[in-house]
């Protein structure tokens, strides 16, 4: 079974998505654990109540970003990770740790890349009056949401659409997305 760890921030809604997912008997894979950057990440206590290991890593406890890095990196090589999913992670690895993890390190990102890099994605499609907006799964390469495709979900914008009724529509489309994803990643890496 491939050792899945994800990454997370906040409510960690796609991470449940995914660890909920990869718990069907079919799914080839496991989650080893559960690390945000953030103590209090709600999706923290969720992963728990799931059984799965959690721990957290402040960057405000380290003296710089290589520190930060290197205990993070530390916990993934201790879980034996094979692929780290990030998942509402919302901090940039260096080049440094990505080198580590080649082609291991994916994640999801809330449009249609290479269209939207970044924060406010929702609000900026609205604003430019695109009739189709959705999400992207991609490898983790050292440019901010840069990497190659790897599978993503589309959903219509509607004329009457608020970021907060586009964005739930989306996320829908996230959760499903990331688990088909992941499971494209699997069957193209094995041996
Ligand atoms: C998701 O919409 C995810 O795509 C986005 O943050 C949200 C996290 O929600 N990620 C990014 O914007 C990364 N640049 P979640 O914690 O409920 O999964």
Redesign the pocket.
């Known amino acids: 079974n491939t050792k899945i760890a994800i990454l997370?921030s906040?409510?960690?809604?796609?991470?449940i998505a995914l660890a909920k997912a990869i718990a069907a008997p079919d799914f080839p894979a496991e989650v080893v654990g559960v690390l945000a950057d953030k103590k209090d990440a709600a999706?923290l206590a969720i992963a728990s109540d799931m059984n799965i290991a959690t721990t957290s890593f402040e960057r405000s406890d380290f003296t710089s970003k290589a520190e930060h890095e290197a205990a993070i990196h530390d916990q993934l090589v201790q879980w034996n990770a094979d692929i780290i999913c990030l998942?509402?992670f919302?901090r940039l690895l260096s080049a440094n740790f990505i080198d580590k993890w080649t082609n291991k390190i994916i994640?999801?990102?809330?449009s249609l890349l290479p269209k939207y890099k970044g924060?406010n994605t929702h609000q900026r499609a609205i604003e430019a009056g695109d009739s189709e907006h959705g999400?992207t799964v991609h490898y983790v390469t050292a440019g901010m949401?840069e990497g190659p495709v790897i599978a993503q979900a589309k959903v219509p914008v509607l004329s009457d659409d608020t970021e907060a009724s586009l964005t739930a529509r989306v996320?829908e489309q996230?959760h499903q997305l990331y688990a088909k994803a992941l499971r494209d990643v699997l069957e193209r890496q094995k041996p």
Do not use: F, K, V
Request: with cysteine; hydrophobic share 35%.
């Open positions: 997370i906040g409510r960690g809604s796609n991470m999706g998942a509402g919302m994640n999801i990102h809330p924060l999400c949401d996320l996230e």
